[in-house]
């Protein structure tokens, strides 16, 4: 049985080659480009771009199907022409619903045949005329002249088809999604179209070792126990099934677990099925699905399951899409000063896509690498993480592309700022800034660096003395002092408030002019207003970013705006001190206090205007 197993797809034969302790898969799946419509499932039409979780679309035979996930990033994309249906771009990882129109000329590769509904392997070399395939626009580029005039799109599942012809765009960004059950769906005059996703890989490598491997045990898991049925434990099924192997791999519909006649076993479970965790030992591979769904504690408690006597294999195979660049998968396994030994990454990007030639990667390298392009250069050549646009962000004209700089340097002998927001949990913080005057009148607001006290540093103190130890040797002139106007509330045991402690022991630093905090905080929603102004060049103010700023740059991508123009609170709970507290605002807010009291005359000189008082006024 092991002997006869084949890889499919040749794009993940460095991971399925990997034998490092933690193997990582990231990336979104078969993706499209901003403006291409689908059908959803009341006949109306949405942009993928404007899709969200919870969207039903138009499925097969006319089913609603619920969307669950959304995916963005970028890659080289690809226009797909109809002859007589609509045009549709797509990413290079798309997957092609097709119909075959001649037999025995395929050269023996593998493809998956469709049929009732379910998709089996087969040799290309067995489609018969009639039949319906599915293969990657990567793959299908690979195809002979001869075997693509063979192949056609589909519209309406069998009534229509047409001739196609497919034409490189070079990079730009996708947009794209899964599907709760049947992962086939309509575009606007209803080519049938197929989702894609990097599990599928996953789970040929750990059956592959289930066979070859006697005894090897297998934990695939996610978040919550409710959606495991759906997603692993029934591609799991449906692999098998395809495969032949219903009659040699034992099913357990009811603990939802796989078993082999040569003792291999893979157990299917929630992280919040505490007691069927527990019951699991001496364990070889422990999948995590959707890893961006559980905090670090939940990894490192996996972690320890891998803990035995055993001296067979022990490996972790996280899969997920990138979201946040705070998450701590990033901060774990990405960044470069935290990058452990024995670790296998694979991502989508031109670096490692085996399916791109030399020259190609050099050219879209070359596209991609010069002034203008530094967000594409920084998400696809660099593979580095941004949060998904929503149109809801609070600082809309906040532009990645525009505002940050690859590791703004410090300007020695330019004065140095400081400003400060002091919420302890998760972190005080405080952000370094230089603001300059140009010979033209404008000025620069340079946000250099940022530092966050966490637990059981998250104290002013702490921060002072990291801002020290970073900066004490370059501070030529007086420094400025910024910030949260709620730093002024004495402390009842000592009486002392957050302004008192900075300096004290900043006194070498500073004079008695350097303290610009305000007696009261400018208002969320004229401040809103007038930052987004700046971040649009309303005025002659040029902000920029450093790209080590990340949780600056994090919440600048990731606070939403709630229905009153303020910030909205998205709260979480510690899982070790239980306490509950805001994720994102924070280090923003420290930002919001120095532009407003920096710029002041442009701020009270704003003419800010509430727009929803005034439609309220109307109304009445």
């Not at 963005?72 to 798309?94: A, C, L, W």
């Not at 946000?447 to 540093?457: H, N, S, V, Y």
Request: aromatic share 12%; glycine share 6%; charged share 30%.
């Amino acid at each position: 049985m092991a002997e006869s197993f084949a890889v499919i797809n040749d794009y993940f034969l460095p991971f399925f080659q990997s034998e490092e302790k933690i193997q990582i898969l990231y990336g979104g799946a078969g993706c499209f480009a901003a403006g291409t419509e689908v059908r959803m499932s009341d006949g109306g039409l949405k942009k993928v771009e404007d899709i969200e979780v919870g969207d039903t679309l138009l499925g097969i035979n006319s089913k609603p199907n619920k969307v669950v996930r959304l995916h963005t990033g970028y890659e080289p994309m690809f226009r797909i022409k109809q002859s007589r249906s609509i045009d549709y771009t797509v990413n290079y990882s798309h997957i092609l619903y097709l119909m075959v129109l001649k037999q025995n000329v395929f050269k023996n590769r593998f493809v998956y045949r469709i049929f009732r509904g379910e998709e089996k392997k087969i040799y290309a070399k067995n489609v018969r005329y009639g039949d319906k395939i599915s293969i990657t626009v990567g793959d299908y580029l690979n195809l002979t002249e001869e075997e693509k005039a063979c192949l056609v799109g589909v519209r309406c599942i069998s009534s229509f088809f047409d001739s196609i012809e497919i034409k490189s765009l070079g990079v730009d960004k996708f947009y794209g999604f899964e599907l709760e059950d049947d992962d086939r769906f309509f575009l606007s005059d209803h080519t049938v179209l197929k989702n894609s996703g990097k599990s599928f890989a996953i789970i040929q490598k750990i059956i592959k070792l289930c066979l070859e491997e006697d005894g090897t045990r297998v934990l695939a898991t996610r978040k919550f126990l409710s959606s495991i049925r759906e997603s692993i434990f029934k591609t799991f099924k449906t692999f098998i099934i395809d495969h032949g192997m219903e009659n040699y791999v034992k099913v357990n519909n009811t603990d939802m677990s796989f078993h082999f006649p040569n003792g291999s076993e893979i157990v299917t479970s929630g992280l919040d099925d505490v007691a069927k965790l527990k019951s699991i030992a001496e364990l070889s591979i422990i999948w995590i699905e959707e890893a961006t769904e559980i905090e670090k504690s939940d990894f490192d408690q996996l972690v320890l399951r891998l803990r035995g006597t055993q001296k067979r294999r022990k490996n972790i195979i996280i899969s997920f899409n990138p979201v946040s660049p705070i998450h701590w998968l990033k901060d774990t396994f990405f960044d470069e000063e935290n990058k452990r030994p024995n670790v296998f990454i694979h991502h989508s990007t031109l670096v490692n896509n085996v399916f791109l030639d030399d020259e190609y990667r050099n050219t879209l390298y070359d596209l991609y690498s010069g002034e203008g392009n530094e967000e594409l250069f920084d998400v696809y050549i660099k593979g580095n993480w941004h949060t998904r646009k929503t149109n809801r962000e609070f600082y809309n004209q906040f532009s990645y592309k525009k505002h940050v700089k690859e590791n703004l340097p410090l300007i020695e002998g330019e004065r140095l700022q400081i400003t400060w927001d002091f919420n302890v949990v998760p972190y005080v913080s405080t952000l370094v800034v230089q603001i300059i005057k140009g010979d033209d009148g404008r000025w620069k607001v340079r946000f250099i660096d940022e530092i966050l006290g966490r637990q059981p540093k998250n104290t002013t103190e702490a921060n002072c003395d990291e801002f020290v130890f970073r900066y004490g040797d370059l501070i030529k002139q007086p420094i400025l002092i910024y910030g949260d106007a709620a730093g002024r509330a004495r402390n009842t045991q000592n009486k002392l408030h957050n302004y008192d402690i900075i300096e004290t022991i900043l006194s070498p630093y500073i004079t008695p002019q350097s303290l610009r905090v305000p007696r009261s905080n400018p208002l969320i929603a004229k401040r809103r207003q007038f930052i987004n102004r700046i971040f649009a060049s309303k005025y002659p103010i040029d902000i920029e970013i450093s790209s080590k700023c990340q949780f600056m740059i994090a919440d600048l991508e990731g606070v939403y705006e709630d229905v009153d123009g303020k910030k909205e609170e998205k709260k979480t709970r510690d899982k070790e001190t239980g306490r509950v507290y805001v994720r994102l605002g924070h280090i923003s807010d420290a930002m919001d206090y120095l532009l407003v009291e920096a710029f002041r005359s442009f701020y009270d000189n704003y003419n800010y205007v509430n727009l929803t008082e005034k439609i309220s006024q109307r109304q009445s």
